[in-house]
């Protein structure tokens, strides 16, 4: 018998399943019929009953049968470890690390220390909020500071981590059409040890039912690559950020600013095993990311990095955006050099 409910317990269908005694088994030795409704919540009452007396007994006699799938403890299974992975959906007040660095980004300490229900009502009175949202005159890009100091705020991952939710929720995220400025070398290397797949107390990411093959990809030559159908662009197209929003945006920084170190590290990763979850979204999220920019921006020394590493997925990349920017014009005859 299958009996069918809503999450609060109301009967919502039933299906008799029974072996047919008739000659009819020979062609259909399983019959399925559905339970009328008028007589449903009594055969819900009654399987009821049969569950709590074997199952959970009376008190005075021990159960007599055994649970095989509970589908409660399933979900909260699953509840837990969703608030144990990354939540996407958290707001920006919701980090340990918030107040410090709304703090430091508006240079404000009444907010240090504060965070969640506290810190929304701080910056609603101090006038940071507006709309309901960061205020898009104080949140458009990040502070002049950061790029001449960096993060300056001790335990700089945690400060990361909280920075990242800021960025997700204002324009300051997008951190190609405003600033230009090179990031100073100890953030460079802060960004790095950031996204390090081993690095202890990191956020993990998004939890998924299928994932990208990767080591499909890793595995095969360069060769079996460039004669395959298929593409960078659409083998690593766009789908939602799985990786915590402090590495996402720490992949986005070190691409525009430090494509050098960036592909270095990818190269690395991507040279060894990538079994854990947090390894294998960081490689996708950077594979993604490159090719969704490369389309766009045909610079020199990206495309050049891509092309001087060792592993031949991300060289495949790197030829791909080199034929790209030759056939639309976008590289000229002095950027020749660079790839001899």
């Known amino acids: 018998m299958i009996l069918i409910r809503s999450a609060n317990g109301q009967s919502l269908a039933g299906y008799h399943l029974s072996n047919s005694i008739q000659r009819a088994s020979e062609n259909f030795p399983l019959l399925v019929t559905p339970i009328p409704l008028d007589v449903m919540p009594h055969v819900f009452e009654y ?3 049969i569950i709590q007396g074997t199952l959970h007994g009376d008190g005075k006699i021990s159960p007599t049968a055994k649970l095989i799938f509970n589908s409660v403890e399933k979900v909260r299974s699953k509840e837990v470890s969703e608030r144990a992975g990354l939540s996407q959906r958290c707001s920006f ?3 340990p690390r918030a107040g410090d660095v709304l703090a430091w980004w508006l240079d404000d300490a009444q907010l240090a220390g504060l965070t969640g229900y506290e810190l929304m009502e701080q910056i609603n009175a101090n006038g940071y909020i507006k709309d309901g949202e960061l205020d898009p005159k104080r949140f458009d890009s990040l502070p002049i500071k950061f790029w001449s100091e960096g993060l300056q705020l001790a335990d700089f991952h945690s400060a990361w981590d909280a920075l990242g939710y800021v960025l997700s929720s ?7 059409a405003k600033e230009t400025s090179h990031l100073p070398e100890p953030l460079k290397q802060a960004l790095l040890e950031h996204i390090c797949s081993s690095r202890p107390g990191a956020l993990q990411p998004r939890l998924k039912k299928s994932q990208l093959n990767i080591e499909c990809f890793l595995t095969k030559k360069l060769t079996a690559l460039l004669l395959s159908h298929s593409d960078p662009f659409h083998a690593f197209g766009y789908s939602p950020v799985d990786t915590s929003w402090s590495d996402y ?3 986005k920084l070190l691409w525009s600013r430090a ?3 960036l592909v270095f590290w990818l190269s690395t990763v991507c040279s060894g095993s990538i ?6 979204a960081l490689v996708v999220e950077a594979l993604k990311h490159i090719c969704e920019r490369i389309c766009f921006d045909k610079n020199p020394e990206q495309i050049d990095a891509l092309l001087q590493s060792n592993v031949d997925v991300i060289v495949w990349v790197g030829l791909h955006a080199l034929e790209n920017a030759i056939n639309r014009g976008n590289w000229g005859v002095r950027y020749s050099p660079r790839l001899i």
Do not use: N
């Open 47 to 49: 399987v009821d009953q």
């Open 275 to 280: 079994k854990q979850p947090r390894t294998h």
């Open 93 to 95: 007040v919701d980090p």
């Open 249 to 251: 945006y720490a992949i």
């Open 170 to 176: 204002s324009p300051a995220g997008d951190l190609y």
């Open 259 to 261: 494509p050098k170190q």
